[in-house]
Each structure stands twice: as structure tokens, then as C-alpha cells.
């Protein structure tokens, strides 16, 4: 199903934009005739959303934002046509207000809030759409919408945590690069030609130099055209789904880093299963839903049998058992979290406990990666510089 945008206008009133939510264009013109709309101008395709996997042209929508206004005026006992309404009329960004008030239009339609949720396709993360449903099945589409701004806020936090820290110590790369290509492609071939001018052999030192600004120079072109080469190539023999794969085969097996990777998808897979089973989500759809917030394949692969398992009679935690992604202490945690029925809460704790150790051990690394950045500048610089006094010390000993 697409969104098209129309400039159309009413018996009596001025043009104004709108967005219709079809199938088809043709199906878009006939809804604007029984809504007794005239067509001025067709402005294009909104976005398109089904699930087939497309996605919103323009990334303007903000879900989370989205969940936060809603869940207060559903608390407040507001139909949730009438929040949708206060909703659209509070929105100050253009692209925004038009996707509420399509929401809007599929429920005087008849249509269910998940299912036009679910209709916008990459919109929305996949386990939105199933648990609004499962709030309006058994009527607690509030506390179902609070989670749900609950949980997107704390993974926007933790991206955000991410990128924050990664601020310095990019700028500390960026920079070490920046200067490293100054000096062998400026600074060294400029004081090269002194030595040219004057008729003079180049001392072993600047030799070293001028071959390690050849080999840096012609790298500057030479490995992004042999990287794309062989990533073009390998495409080619793997497929891009065997690529990808062993690509995030080499991601998680880096030092540190892996660790850190594997975590991260740890901690969205283990919140996912927290706010479903909470909100009272049947386990196998809960998992089934889980496994699909997992980005990287090779982890994904591991995780792909725990509904058969669960289907055969295992608890969540004997079917945890043994996989090798999920976090050591969170096995015996979930086993006494179905002993005593608090499963939702034991798994929120898990989380909660992973993601402070995952920002610990992103700040460690980054913390290290800074001196490291900066020790290897002062290696260049020093060598750089070294050549340099040798080669002088070496003219004034010739004059």
C-alpha cells in the first residue's frame, strides 16, 4: 500500500494538500471523489509502506516522538481518534502532521490502529505493530503505547551514547589523517626539491621518506579502487547474502569490538523480549518477533530455532541453553524468573544490566583508543621529523 500526495480542494474552500493512503493511483483518485475532493495537482508518491519491506522516501517521521505524545492523551482515557487529532494539530513539522492524519483517515475507514501501523512497512520497527495489537486484544493499548515509548527512548539513548563518545576520538583520527597526508604528500616532496635544486644526492634518510610518500601517495587512490575491485568481485562469486554474511563473520570475531557488537544486539533482542512478554505477547510470537530485531546475520542463525524448541515443551531458559550470544548470567536469571511467574521483569533487569555494561566497555575502549591515536601521530611526526635533521646535519656537514 502507497501514500500519494495530492493538492486537492473541497465545494467552497481553498486548495490544500493532502495525502491519500491506496493501493493503487487509481484507487487514491477514487477515495479523493468520495470525499467530494476535486484533484488540482498529483505531487508524487508520500512514501510507500507495505510488507513487503519498503520504507518512507523521506525520514521525517518520528515514531518515538510519535509514541511519547500519544501514550499521556491514551492514558488520559482519550479515543484514540480524538489523540491522533490533538496529535496532528500539535505537530510542527509538515511531513509529520500528514502521516497522523493518514492514521487518522484509516481508522474512520474501519481499519485497526496495528494494521495501518503495520501497512507502513520499515515505518516502524517490526515489534511495534504487534504489540499495539496485542494492546487493543486485550485492551491495554495505553500501558502497551508507554511501553513502547519506553523501550525506542532507551535504544535512542544508548545510540545516542554511542555517537557521543565517538565524537573525540573520530576527531582525533580524522586529524592524525589529515596531517599524515599533509606531510608525505606536501611537506616531504617540497623539501625533496631543495635537495634537487641543489644539485645534491639525497641523503638515505630523505630516500626513506620520499619512498614512503611514494607508496602513501599512489595508496590514496590505489586502495579504494582495489578495495571496491575486490568487494565487486566477491559479490559476484558469494551473492550479496553469503557476503554479508562473512562479512559479519569477520565483524564478530575483531578484538573487543566483536564483543561489543554481539552485546548491543544482545540488548535490543532481550528489551524486545521484556516489553512482549509484559504486555502479555504469547512466547512463540514473542520470539518469533525478537529474532527479527537482530541486525547481524551470524547471530540471527543462532537464534532461529528457539520457537521449534518452545513448540516442543522447553522453557525460554532450556532453550536458551548453550547459545553462544547470550550473556553468561542471563540463563540462571531467567530460569528463577520462571519459577517465581516474573519472567517480563527478570528479562527488563537483564537488559537493563547488559546495557550498563556494554556503555562500560564502549567508554573503556574509547578511552584506550584516544592515547592510541595519539601515540601513533607522534611516531609519524617524530620519523618525520628525525629524516628531516638528519638530512640537514647531513648538507652543513658537506659544506
Known amino acids: 500500500m502507497g501514500l500519494y500526495r495530492y493538492i486537492a480542494a473541497a465545494p467552497g474552500e481553498a486548495p490544500h494538500e493532502i495525502l491519500i493512503e491506496a493501493d493503487s493511483l487509481r484507487e487514491a483518485q477514487g477515495k479523493l471523489r468520495s470525499r467530494h475532493l476535486t484533484p488540482i495537482r498529483f505531487c508524487g508518491e508520500a512514501g510507500i509502506a507495505s510488507e513487503g519491506g519498503s520504507y518512507w522516501s523521506k525520514n521525517k517521521i518520528d515514531t518515538c516522538q510519535f509514541a511519547r505524545q500519544l501514550a ?22 509538515q511531513e509529520q502532521k500528514q502521516f497522523v492524519n493518514s492514521l487518522r483517515q484509516g481508522l474512520h475507514e474501519g481499519k485497526k490502529f496495528s494494521d495501518l501501523i503495520r501497512s507502513h512497512g520499515k515505518l516502524f520497527p517490526g515489534y511495534y505493530a504487534n504489540l499495539v495489537e496485542s494492546g487493543e486484544e486485550s485492551g491495554c493499548l495505553p500501558q502497551a503505547v508507554e511501553e513502547l515509548y519506553k523501550f525506542m527512548s532507551e535504544n535512542r539513548e544508548l545510540k545516542s551514547f554511542i555517537v557521543s563518545s565517538s565524537v573525540y576520538p573520530l576527531a582525533i583520527l580524522g586529524v592524525t589523517l589529515l596531517v599524515t597526508i599533509l606531510l608525505f604528500t606536501v611537506f616531504v616532496p617540497k623539501f625533496a626539491k631543495i635537495f634537487a635544486d641543489m644539485g645534491r644526492e639525497m641523503p638515505a634518510s630523505m630516500n626513506f621518506l620520499m619512498g614512503a610518500s611514494s607508496v602513501f601517495f599512489h595508496s590514496l587512490w590505489i586502495i579504494p579502487v582495489v578495495g571496491i575491485s575486490v568487494w565487486l568481485l566477491l559479490q559476484k562469486y558469494w551473492g550479496k547474502e553469503l557476503l554479508r554474511y562473512r562479512i559479519s563473520q569477520l565483524k564478530l570475531k575483531l578484538p573487543a569490538l566483536g564483543k561489543i557488537m554481539v552485546d548491543l544486539e544482545m540488548c535490543r533482542y532481550i528489551r524486545t523480549l521484556a516489553i512482549l512478554l509484559a504486555n ?7 520470539v518469533r518477533i525478537a529474532e527479527k530485531i537482530i541486525v547481524n546475520p551470524v547471530i540471527a542463525e543462532g537464534f532461529l530455532n528457539i520457537d521449534r524448541k518452545l513448540k516442543g515443551g522447553e522453557k525460554l531458559s532450556a532453550a536458551l541453553t548453550g547459545n553462544r550470544f547470550v550473556p553468561t548470567e542471563m540463563v540462571p536469571m531467567l530460569r528463577v ?29 574509547l578511552s584506550l583508543f584516544e592515547p592510541a591515536v595519539i601515540v601513533f601521530l607522534a611516531v609519524i611526526v617524530l620519523i618525520v621529523v628525525v629524516s628531516i635533521f638528519a638530512a640537514m646535519m647531513e648538507i652543513n656537514s658537506i659544506n
Open 280 to 286: 502479555h505477547v504469547e512466547i512463540i510470537r514473542t
Open 337 to 365: 524468573g520462571e519459577e517465581t511467574g516474573e519472567v517480563g521483569v527478570m528479562l527488563e533487569r537483564i537488559a537493563s544490566n547488559l546495557e550498563t555494561d556494554t556503555r562500560a566497555k564502549i567508554k573503556r575502549m
Open 72 to 93: 499521556p492523551l491514551l492514558a488520559a482515557n482519550i479515543q484514540l481518534e480524538r489523540a491522533l487529532a490533538i496529535i496532528a494539530d500539535s505537530s510542527a513539522e
